[in-house]
């Protein structure tokens, strides 16, 4: 756990610099909003809007794998089509943290490299631990981070998508996934 804390702390810095967020903060957030996004309570999701601008989310899987949310603009087969993709852990051999900003194209999406980096990544590794059988893993971002392989979070209802699985390879495809909705930001 010390070691994924300076982990963020760096990253923190690292994005700092690159002003992606405005103040990496060592407090801890008290997280304000729970909900459960799959009938099983396998995947617990708690959320703070900071300052009206930046978003802490937690993550609470009961996998020893990745883990992950997403939110969609459009439809598979439309145009223009894209999810953005959120995927964390903690890896045991490692004892690490980890979180990819990703993305999808939806028009066509190609399942050979399904998950693709965004060019730029606007998460902040918070923390992440396995106390099991839960992963939890906790990530900052800009509400809207501007990049147009992100989608804003926005206030009113959204559809999430959450998977999960149980290796911490992220190239591999995910056991378990299934869509909630959540508002994040009351309207
Ligand atoms: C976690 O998942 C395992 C395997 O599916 C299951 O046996 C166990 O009951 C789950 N634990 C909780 C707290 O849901």
Redesign the pocket.
Known sequence: MKSTKSLGFIMGVVLLASGCLAKPSSRVTVMENEKVLDP???FILRWTVLDGTNIEIEMQV?CTGWLGISFTEGQIGAPGSYSDVIMGGFNDDLQMGYIEDRHIYLENPDPANGHMFDDSNDLLLMSATYEE?WSIVRFARSLNTGDPQDIAIVPGPMTVGWTYSSTDDTSLGHDVAGISRVTFIPI
């Open positions: 099983d309570n396998q009961n059988p």
